[in-house]
């Protein structure tokens, strides 16, 4: 039973900088695309970013695009989110998420683990 937990959240000024990390459990992490989500009040899930099983390819929501750099440590079963240049807009709660294939994928219906979710908050 995979379980991800997410951490680095928090308050940021408009222009700054965040990190998330999602910390998986279990052996098979590293044969799992993962992806980011988030959801802010009253909308509905949004994909972010998603990383293949071996890192080599990357997607990015066009409002992250250029900001956002996705990345995965498979030895430590870590998945990464920097943000960069963040603007309040992006505030959310954040999800780290597993996928069903190997393959990134920016469908929702395609990830089947969840984390609890971490809140970044952007002020201006």
């Known amino acids: 039973q995979v379980q991800l937990v997410e951490s680095g959240g928090g308050l940021v000024q408009a222009g700054g900088s965040l990190r998330l990390s999602c910390a998986a459990s279990?052996?098979?992490?590293?044969?799992?695309?993962m992806g980011w989500f988030r959801q802010a009040p009253g909308k509905e899930r949004a994909f972010v970013s998603s990383?293949?099983?071996?890192?080599?390819?990357?997607y990015y929501a066009d409002s992250v695009k250029g900001r956002f750099t996705v990345s995965r440590d498979n030895a430590k079963n870590m998945v990464y989110l920097q943000m960069n240049s963040l603007k309040p807009e992006d505030t959310a709660i954040y999800y780290c998420?597993?996928?069903?294939?190997?393959?990134?994928?920016?469908?929702?219906?395609?990830?089947?683990?969840w984390g609890q979710g971490t809140q970044v908050t952007v002020s201006s």
């Open positions: 279990g052996r098979t992490f590293r044969a799992y695309a």
């Open positions: 990383i293949s099983w071996t890192g080599s390819r990357t």
């Open positions: 998420a597993r996928s069903r294939t190997g393959s990134a994928s920016n469908l929702v219906y395609d990830y089947d683990t």
